[in-house]
């Protein structure tokens, strides 16, 4: 249960990050919008197509937080991956090269 509920949590959390960095994203962009239309008008209104403007924005930039977040999870992920990876890989020729010694202790004994 350790590893599988490490996974889980580690997945939890990268899914945590995506939501919330999306989200902070997705309320800038419209905020930046509807800001400048409001500054940008000499009569201080908000037209609905602003709203409408501002709300595509605001879906564009949580689509590409979520995206940088997302891209760089899997990095680090990856990552994470290949040092284990380089780890077990050297126990195994360790393991390996004590084999093939014995082996040749073996052979030279019956020659």
Do not use: N, P, W
């Amino acid at each position: 249960m350790g590893e599988v509920g490490h996974i889980f949590g580690v997945l939890g959390r990268a899914i945590g990050r995506i939501f919330l960095v999306g989200l902070i994203c997705g309320v800038l962009g419209f905020a930046v919008i509807i800001g400048a239309a409001y500054f940008g008008h000499s009569s201080h209104t908000i037209t609905t197509l602003d709203y409408i403007i501002g709300g595509v924005v605001g879906v564009l930039a949580l689509y590409a937080g979520a995206v940088t977040v997302l891209m760089s999870e899997a990095v680090k992920a990856a990552l994470t991956v290949a040092a284990d990876a380089k780890k077990e890989a050297g126990t195994a020729f360790k393991d390996a090269g004590g084999l093939v010694q014995g082996i040749e202790k073996e052979i030279g004994k019956h020659l």
